[in-house]
T-cell receptor, first 111, second 115 residues
Framework: GESVGLHLPTLSVQEGDNSIINCAYS??????FIWYKQESGKGPQFIID?????DKRQGQRVTVLLNKTVKHLSLQIAATQPGDSAVYFC??????????FGQGTRLTINP | NAGVMQNPRHLVRRRGQEARLRCSPM?????VYWYRQLPEEGLKFMVY????????ESGMPKERFSAEFPKEGPSILRIQQVVRGDSAAYFC?????????????FGQGTRLTVV
């Protein structure tokens, strides 16, 4: 079965605020994690990834944090914009195998 | 460099017909994954293929479903004798290699509707 889950199915934030999307995973052997963004009617789009030998990685307006002790992953989006509205999925992989996806969190940006 | 190309984007089939979904990976990618997504749900892994080989088909139903990735041409996900429960979005992803984990790029999906 799938081993990645999310704490919150929906999240609403004000435009300009920061967003934090959380993800719990159960496979302690997972060594690679990815956050994807999926807009309506489209395929998942890669946002940022992190390997298990790191605990933080930053991109443009996004930061991923990995806490292996509690098996928790988060995606922080700074200064959210209307274009950030989408469903966000975390995914994990162990070694060279399949990506396992979580349920997803729908992020809504309020003007 | 074109991304992952899936066709058709939309496919309507009557119950009992066959559905063929095609996926052309990104140039230079030899690993292909197929996922299924129901509305308001996550992506469920179906099968992972390399050229001419099925590596992991643990997520694919044992009956009616098959997948291939020939030496030449796109990867094909085939669903025989479709039923209404097969209606879903089917996404294909490709990656260059998976040693140590590398990002997988997704196509826009094929939305299958069984009537």
């Amino acid at each position: 079965g799938e081993s990645v889950g999310l704490h919150l199915p929906t999240l609403s934030v004000q435009e300009g605020d920061n967003s934090i999307i959380n993800c719990a995973y159960s496979n302690s052997a997972s060594d690679y994690f990815i956050w994807y963004k999926q807009e309506s009617g489209k395929g998942p789009q890669f946002i940022i990834d992190i390997r298990s030998n790191m605990d933080k990685r930053q991109g443009q307006r996004v930061t991923v944090l990995l806490n292996k002790t509690v098996k928790h992953l988060s995606l922080q989006i700074a200064a959210t914009q209307p274009g950030d509205s989408a469903v966000y999925f975390c995914a994990e992989t162990q070694g060279a195998q399949k990506l396992v996806f979580g349920q997803g969190t729908r992020l809504t940006i309020n003007p | 460099n074109a991304g992952v190309m899936q066709n058709p984007r939309h496919l309507v089939r009557r119950r009992g017909q066959e559905a063929r979904l095609r996926c052309s990976p990104m140039k230079g990618h030899s690993h292909v994954y197929w996922y299924r997504q129901l509305p308001e749900e996550g992506l469920k892994f179906m099968v992972y293929l390399q050229k001419e080989n099925i590596i992991d088909e643990s997520g694919m139903p044992k009956e009616r479903f098959s997948a291939e990735f020939p030496k030449e041409g796109p990867s094909i996900l085939r669903i025989q004798q479709v039923v209404r429960g097969d209606s879903a979005a089917y996404f294909c992803a490709s990656s260059q290699n998976t040693r140590g984990g590398t990002e997988a790029f997704f196509g826009q999906g094929t939305r299958l509707t069984v009537v």
